[in-house]
């Protein structure tokens, strides 16, 4: 399968820890997105790459989010002192052109 | 701001009924209107999509109708069956270089009865 893969599915930490998520996009796709979504919504956007350059973020990745790909390869999410709030599915997308975005299984983050 | 409306929130069908979403945005910039199908606990899965230069697009069951002057499009789902029960999510997606990202509606929660 050359899909969009995730890892991990699912992570629970306790309140105030840090949180890694890896995004391992379609093979030579050079756009790389990060949303999230939470229960009953549609997802909303968070960031965005082109290559390894992140062109946009959103006003929903506060100070204590980072996102890189290094390499304009895979990306990594970092959430850093984890809030209840911050609990929902992280969902990482990818394309080529910029349209037609294709997501992999997302992420589910549960903040203890 | 929602700039992309969804309705309804839930649909309940009957096997080989027609299944109808619509939805409506604000942004004249969006020139990209995809449909995504969810299942629970999954990712959305690119299911149709279609540009503002064409009114109808069709891939075997699924249908989008686009009406630019209204700014609307709705999904339509012939024959439905068991296995389309999921939420459906319209998109929107601008053609500038920072308007790259989906905006997506609520979701319909469709459910095809037997």
């Not at chain 1, 992570?11 to 890694?20: A, C, D, P, S, Y």
């Not at chain 2, 279609?50 to 209204?70: L, Q, Y």
């Not at chain 2, 339509?76 to 998109?91: E, K, L, R, V």
């Amino acid at each position: 399968d050359t899909g969009v893969s995730q890892n991990p599915r699912h992570k629970i930490t306790k309140r105030g820890q840090n949180v890694t998520f890896r995004c391992d996009p379609i093979s030579e796709h050079n756009r790389l997105y990060w949303y999230r979504q939470t229960l009953g919504q549609g997802p909303e956007f968070l960031t965005y790459f082109q290559n390894e350059a992140q062109l946009e973020k959103s006003r929903l990745l506060s100070d204590r989010f980072s996102a890189e790909r290094p390499k304009g390869s895979f990306s990594t999410l970092e959430i850093q002192r984890t809030e209840q709030g911050d609990s929902a599915m992280y969902l990482c997308a990818s394309s080529f052109s910029g349209k037609e975005q294709y997501f992999g299984p997302g992420t589910r983050l549960t903040v203890t | 701001q929602q700039q992309v409306k969804q309705s309804p929130q839930s649909l309940i069908v009957q096997k080989g009924g027609i299944s109808i979403i619509n939805c409506a945005y604000e942004n004249t910039a969006f020139d990209y209107f995809p449909w995504y199908q969810q299942f629970p606990g999954k990712g959305p899965a690119l299911l149709i999509a279609i540009r503002p230069d064409v009114s109808e697009k069709k891939e075997g069951r699924f249908t989008i109708s686009f009406n630019k002057s209204a700014k609307q499009f709705s999904l339509h789902i012939m024959d439905s069956q068991p296995g389309d029960s999921a939420t459906y999510f319209c998109a929107a997606q601008g053609n500038t270089g920072t308007a790259s990202k989906l905006t997506f509606g609520t979701g319909t929660r469709l459910q095809v009865t037997l």
